[in-house]
């Protein structure tokens, strides 16, 4: 006879399967999970209100540093006054700072807009001479297309099959389990790369900044580190090429980073446009439908 050892999963698994109260067990733990959906209160539509605000201030002239320094910075000490705000963050450019302002969640809309105005514009003797009045917008969370964001950045992982498979066509490897971990591994990596144009894209535009223009501009300020990030992983996994477990790992990965950050910079950028596009048209459609 056979002397079995075992530890405390074990010898829990071993009550349940020889236990005849099994099968109750699992009924009971369904109908607390039918009880559940049943009663639990939710709502076809939540409302999540989470106030937020824009401000912008021009001053000709200055350079970003300068913009940092004398509007960027008293605009935070004035702001970080209010009572509610959860939280800043501010972008300086040539000419011109912008601060976004979120509140906490559940903080009223209205009211936080008016402290906003009031602390700010009370306090307008602390931005330079030159620089313009603060300009103060509602910032609401569907002003950023969060269903464009997704599908313009999911999109791209499609595009490191292209490089895949006539990377182990020429390499005279099989396709194996390793080579479809590196696709895995790879989607990471083609996404975050989409996500740095799409950031700076968006933001970009919270400038005023023409959509073609946003476009052009953050095509040529993420190109460096897109090109730097492909040739870490191709020089990475080069050393994998020859081994006969993980060489298909490597094949997908440098080949796979090859072809499809060639693409995502030509294919995300064209189509953020189009979408972005479409989406301006159609809010501008239905402003002028209303007017």
Same mark, same amino acid.
């Given at each position: 006879m056979i002397d079995r050892r075992l530890n405390s999963a074990g010898r829990l698994a071993d009550i349940f399967v020889?236990?005849?109260? #099994? @099968? %109750?067990? *699992?009924?009971?733990c369904a109908l607390f999970g039918v009880l559940a959906v049943t009663l639990t209160p939710r709502e076809e539509n939540p409302q999540i209100v989470v106030p937020g605000a824009e401000v912008r201030v021009l001053v000709p002239g200055a350079s970003a540093e300068e913009v940092e320094e004398l509007v960027i910075r008293p605009l935070e000490g004035i702001v970080k006054q209010i009572p509610g705000v959860d939280h800043t963050y501010a972008t300086a450019v040539n000419s011109m700072g912008v601060l976004m302002?979120?509140?906490k969640v559940g903080e009223d809309k209205e009211k936080s807009l008016v402290k906003l105005y009031d602390r700010v514009l009370g306090q307008r003797d602390r931005l330079p001479t030159g620089a313009g009045d603060p300009l103060i917008r509602s910032v609401e969370v569907d002003d950023v297309? $969060?269903? #464009?964001?997704?599908?313009?950045? *999911? &999109?791209? $992982?499609?595009l490191g099959l292209v490089g895949i498979f006539p990377g182990h066509w020429l390499m005279g490897q099989p396709f194996t389990a390793t080579s479809m971990i590196g696709i895995i591994a790879l989607a990471g990596v083609v996404v975050r790369n989409?996500? @740095? !144009? $799409?950031?700076f894209v968006l933001d970009y535009l919270r400038q005023g900044m023409d959509l073609r223009e946003a476009i @052009?501009? &953050?095509?040529?300020?993420? %190109?460096?580190? !897109?090109?730097? #990030? &492909?040739?870490? !992983?191709? @020089?990475?996994?080069?050393v994998m090429l020859t081994d006969p477990v993980f060489g298909g790992l490597a094949i997908s990965l440098i080949f796979g980073t090859l072809a499809s950050t060639v693409l995502t910079l030509i294919v995300v950028p064209l189509l953020l446009y189009l979408l972005l596009r479409n989406k301006q048209q159609t809010e501008a459609a239905m402003e002028k439908g209303t007017s």
């Open positions: 020889t236990s005849k109260l #099994t @099968l %109750l067990f *699992m009924l009971a302002v979120q509140f297309p $969060i269903v #464009t964001v997704t599908l313009v950045a *999911m &999109a791209a $992982i499609p989409s996500l @740095l !144009i $799409i950031d @052009l501009e &953050a095509g040529a300020v993420r %190109l460096r580190p !897109i090109l730097l #990030t &492909a040739l870490a !992983i191709v @020089l990475g996994s080069a």
